[in-house]
């Protein structure tokens, strides 16, 4: 069973940035397309952006193309995602999982979903 761990959120001030990391022990990790979501209080789960396994390509929700970026370091099992320009409505628990269906945005077709971690974006 495959687990991922998430780190790096907290409070910030709209326009600062954040950068968050998922990090897992297993040792086929560049097999998986690996993506970020996010829920907000209230809200449904909602696809962030995503990378696959050896890192050549990435795709992004509207709202954060420009300001979000994913990247991964398959030498360390972790996949990132750093958030710049934030703003109050990025505020969200953001989690990571694993993906065998690159291209997807789908809840679905991701699993191994980590605890997540608090981003909270102050006006």
């Known amino acids: 069973q495959v687990q991922l761990v998430e780190s790096g959120g907290g409070l910030v001030q709209a326009g600062g940035s954040l950068r968050l990391s998922c990090t897992t022990s297993?040792?086929?990790?560049?097999?998986?397309?690996m993506g970020w979501f996010r829920q907000a209080p209230g809200k449904e789960r909602e696809f962030v952006a995503a990378?696959?396994?050896?890192?050549?390509?990435?795709y992004y929700a509207d709202s954060v193309k420009g300001r979000f970026t994913i990247s991964r370091d398959n030498v360390k099992n972790t996949v990132y995602l750093q958030m710049n320009s934030l703003k109050p409505e990025d505020t969200a628990i953001y989690s990571c999982?694993?993906?065998?269906?690159?291209?997807?945005?789908?809840?679905?077709?991701?699993?191994?979903w980590g605890q997540g971690t608090q981003v909270t974006v102050s006006s």
């Open positions: 999982a694993l993906s065998l269906a690159y291209g997807s945005r789908r809840d679905p077709d991701f699993g191994s």
């Open positions: 297993g040792r086929t990790f560049s097999r998986y397309a």
């Open positions: 990378i696959s396994g050896l890192g050549a390509g990435t």
